[in-house]
């Protein structure tokens, strides 16, 4: 049995129960937050090309894209399959490509990735060379790239495999690569008999 005070006790917390439940029917329900706007581009524009040169007026430089995409505010721009071109004066140039780019720092920053691929055509003193990695990027004024990715890069038959690199393009050429490196140089081949027999 329940003593008068128990029952009380036991009525006044029903009632505020009841109380409070019915507060809570009372209030609007909290309106959901809207929704994010969705991110536009200030500008689009398709075949997208920009040429810098230098002093004498020779193209240094040039950017290619089949579409990019400006944000004005934060200064950037998406590139759809960019292509850049870092001309040299006494040698072949080198052209950068890859499937995505990001435009940045008022085109002093050139960020590539998904299927970087970067080569030079062979001539007098040079030889041809490919590179590939999936992400790399590219300061062209300062004619300098820097990635953290595996890279492989061939030249005829020998190639290199390495965790990343940093590379200057400007003669002379030269490249570092931190980190693990594989390097295969090869054989130089024999000269035919043929050869041989002919030479004095």
Known sequence: M?????SSLALILALLGGLAWWLLQRQSPTE??????ARSPDYVVSGFTAIETDET?????????EQMRQFVSEDLAEL???SLTL?????????ADSRQGLLLAGGDEVRLSNAVRIERAGSQGNRPVRLDTSELTVWPRRQFAQGDRPVRIE?????LTAQGLRLWFAEPVRAEFPGR??????PEE?????AEAKAP
């Open 190 to 194: 024999p000269p035919s008999p043929t």
């Open 181 to 186: 490196t594989h390097l295969f140089i090869a």
């Open 155 to 159: 030249s005829e038959l020998d190639w």
């Open 32 to 37: 959901a937050p809207p929704p994010p706007k």
């Open 87 to 95: 001309y040299q004066a006494e040698a072949p140039p080198w052209r």
């Open 2 to 6: 329940w003593s008068s005070r128990q």
């Open 80 to 82: 759809d399959l960019p």
């Open 57 to 65: 007026g020779r193209p240094s430089r040039q950017l290619m894209a």
